[in-house]
């Protein structure tokens, strides 16, 4: 918790392996710290197949289920905890939406993802989507992580 928080908050960000590749780590990265969010976890991790498996685990019966594994586990990437108040909304706010055609420019898939035709949607990164499943994403990518 950063001096100013009323109360931890946290949520798990992946930079996907395209993102990863591309060298994007630290400008998506300065985005969270200058937003004011702090950086409580950090780790480069070449994902397997079955931690992507239970991460995605929501996703198990859709079309792109098993495309969106092996997009994920193509190469390294880095997984990340961030914190502050209401980081699981700010953070969704910030990465934008899903379709990163569609995303709006000033967010980071709008900023630094686009459509590559075929396959999974690369989309530069993931961020959970509520505090259940931020409890959950962080108990698989960080499991001696205290929240
Ligand atoms: P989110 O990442 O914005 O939360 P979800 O619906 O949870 O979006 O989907 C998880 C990931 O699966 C997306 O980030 C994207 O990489 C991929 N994906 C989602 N929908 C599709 C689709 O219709 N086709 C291909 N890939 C998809
Ligand atoms: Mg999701």
Known sequence: MTAQDTSAEYTLV???????ERGLTGEILRRFEVKGYRLAAL???HATEETLARHYVE?????????LVE????????AVVVEGNRVLEGVRNMIGATNPTLAA?????GDFGRDWG?????????????FESAHREIAIWFPDFEH
Do not use: Q
């Open 105 to 109: 420019p000033g967010s980071i898939r």
């Open 71 to 78: 997009y994920m586990a193509s190469g390294p990437m880095v």
């Open 118 to 130: 075929g396959g999974p949607i690369r989309n530069v990164v993931h961020a959970s989507d509520s």
């Open 43 to 45: 780790s480069i991790v």
């Open 59 to 67: 996703h198990k019966a859709k079309h792109f289920f098993a495309p």
């Open 14 to 20: 992946l930079i996907k392996p395209d993102a990863y």
